[in-house]
Nanobody
């Protein structure tokens, strides 16, 4: 009964900010690497940012580095993605996923098969 639920998506103007949340139920989130992925219309799902179980290691795609920040609160069993300076090209459905650590955080974040549990996704739309 592993379950992840995303929230916090919505409509925002270019340059605006959103904070996404990923809440876990049925398991202890602190044992898992967590990734944020996104899928835009006509494109494949891609890794955005990932964080190790303790929060000590993070990875960001070049397209979001300096604008997005991933963090986690293992007491609350929740992972966050703070998104600032949003651009129209950030428009996508955003998913969080959990997986056991098998290699580097970067390697996991570019390989969807590294993650066994996925949320339902939340829509982020940045007007153009």
């Amino acid at each position: 009964q592993l379950q992840l639920v995303e929230s916090g998506g919505g409509l925002v103007q270019p340059g605006g900010s959103l904070r996404l949340s990923c809440a876990a139920s049925g398991f202890t989130l602190g044992y898992y690497t967590i990734g944020w992925f996104r899928q835009a219309p006509g494109k494949e799902r891609e890794g955005v940012s990932c964080i190790s179980s303790s929060g000590g290691s993070t990875y960001y795609a070049d397209s979001v580095k300096g604008r997005f920040t991933i963090s986690r609160d293992n007491v609350k069993n929740t992972v966050y993605l703070q998104m600032n300076s949003l651009k129209p090209e950030d428009t996508a459905v955003y998913y969080c996923a959990a997986g056991l650590r098998i290699t580097s955080i970067q390697a996991m974040c570019v390989a969807l098969e590294s993650f066994g549990s996925w949320g339902q996704g939340t829509q982020v739309t940045v007007s153009s």
